[in-house]
């Protein structure tokens, strides 16, 4: 919807005014109009004189048994069409129920079976874990009895070490001692 500003109000108002039919609308006063009326009596287009009407001829006996005849069997037939719908109606009743207790049965068996393998694989679960915890420590044990071990071998290397230098240092020391009396010999 489009704002109207201020100033251009006045000739919308008139438009819009206008094309409802309404013209001449102003906002100062103005008298109000007092319509012409006519007050004259008007020709009666009736005849002053009623003819009588033809005298019609009507039966004394009116014969409904066939037209009551065919409003029977009509409605016979509707309610026998109405006895096929109903008898259709409780057939498929009956169906849906069947198909309901079926379908119970099978959400009670699918229920059934999807608990049996829950608890399954529950079961198989506690056991994997079982069997996991037991290995992972048995391998524990195993690695900290080889890491003892070798431990203990770096320990006896380290001790074979110290000793193989001690050696090494009597064996320098004896050496020098020889190479001095062999000079001591060779000086003589």
């Known amino acids: 919807m489009k704002l109207i500003n201020p100033s251009e109000r006045q000739p919308v108002m008139k438009e819009i005014l206008s094309e409802f039919g309404i013209q001449g609308v102003s906002n100062g006063f103005a008298p109000t109009r007092i319509p012409n009326v006519k007050y004259e009596l ?7 004189r009623m003819e009588p009407l033809p005298h019609v001829q009507t039966t004394d006996h009116r014969d409904f048994s066939i037209a ?20 259709k109606l409780d057939c498929e009743k009956s169906k ?6 079926a379908l119970q049965y099978e959400r ?18 506690e056991r994997h874990k079982a069997q996991n915890e037991a290995w992972l420590r048995a391998r524990a044990e195993e690695n900290d009895r080889e890491r003892r071990e070798l ?33 001591q010999f060779k000086g003589m």
């Open 42 to 48: 008007s020709d009666s287009t009736f005849p002053a």
């Open 151 to 183: 431990c203990r071998l770096r320990e006896d290397v380290l001790l074979e070490q110290d000793k193989l230098k001690e050696e090494q240092k009597n064996i320098q020391k004896r050496s020098e001692q020889l190479l001095s009396i062999m000079q």
């Open 108 to 125: 009670e068996a699918f229920n059934a079976h999807h608990q049996k393998q829950q608890q399954e694989l529950q079961e198989m679960l």
């Open 68 to 87: 009551r005849n065919e409003a029977l069997n009509m409605i016979r037939k509707a309610f026998s069409m109405l006895d096929e719908e109903f008898q």
């Open 96 to 101: 849906l129920g069947q198909a309901a207790v």
